[in-house]
């Protein structure tokens, strides 16, 4: 079956510049995750959804990060007035549940770069 | 929550057994030992987790210690495809559901 898939898979913009990246996650999978990853780094959480309870954000950056999963399914997350250190691959996850007894599966990420 | 100490790089010899090693001193009895790998330019991939039995499965065997301090990643027959950053994560307390990555080993299969 289609796996996490997330777009764009790349993202060039400008300093200063919102963005939106999407996620869609596999069918079923009622938990949603938003990880990011810098240059030769491990996976730093941004935030998790699971069905229709309030998300947790606790790890979100700034405030000018945010995120909305509509209709249980598909996930935005948007960084507004983008700056050089938000440069990263953003990787979303979906898992069956949540249960920490259920793996998480990924997608390939969008590499944001901000010039 | 738990941490994870992993070598930085191991090497392996196609077709040999790989064997990658974890330390977890700190884990709970309720906290499982997860292992992923990430490819090149891809997203990272689950392979198996465990609580306190070996388990097995398509891609590799894990063995967790009696006293669950460490455990060890089999790749039975490692191939060039192999090659990858692996990551041993201990699933965080119940409060916490994120998983806590450290910076994984890298794996390199040689021909």
């Known amino acids: 079956g289609a796996g996490v898939s997330q777009s764009p898979s790349n993202k060039v913009t400008e300093k200063g510049k919102d963005v939106e990246l999407r996620c869609d996650p596999i069918s079923g999978h009622t938990a949603l995750y938003w990880y990011r990853q810098s240059l030769g780094q491990g996976l730093e959480f941004l935030i998790y959804f699971q069905g229709n309870s309030a998300p947790d954000k606790s790890g979100l950056p700034s405030d000018r990060f945010s995120a909305e999963r509509t209709g249980g399914s598909v996930s935005t997350l948007t960084i507004q007035r983008t700056q050089q250190e938000d440069s990263a691959v953003y990787l979303c996850?979906?898992?069956?549940?949540?249960?920490?007894?259920?793996?998480?599966?990924f997608g390939d990420g969008t590499r944001l770069s901000i010039l | 929550d738990a941490k994870t100490t992993q070598p930085t790089s191991m090497d392996c010899a196609e077709g040999r057994a790989a064997n990658l090693p974890c330390n977890h001193s700190?884990?709970?009895?309720?906290?499982?030992v997860y292992w992923y790998r990430q490819i090149h330019s891809q997203g990272p991939q689950y392979i198996i987790h465990g609580l306190k039995n070996n388990e097995t499965n398509e891609m590799a065997s894990l063995i967790i210690t009696e006293d669950r301090k460490s455990s060890t990643l089999i790749l039975p027959h490692a191939t060039l495809r192999d090659t990858a950053v692996y990551y041993c994560i201990v699933r965080a307390s119940e409060s916490n559901y994120q998983l806590i990555w450290g910076a994984g080993t890298k794996l390199i299969i040689k021909p």
């Open positions: 996850a979906s898992s069956l549940g949540r249960g920490r007894y259920q793996p998480q599966h």
């Open positions: 700190t884990i709970s009895g309720n906290e499982y």
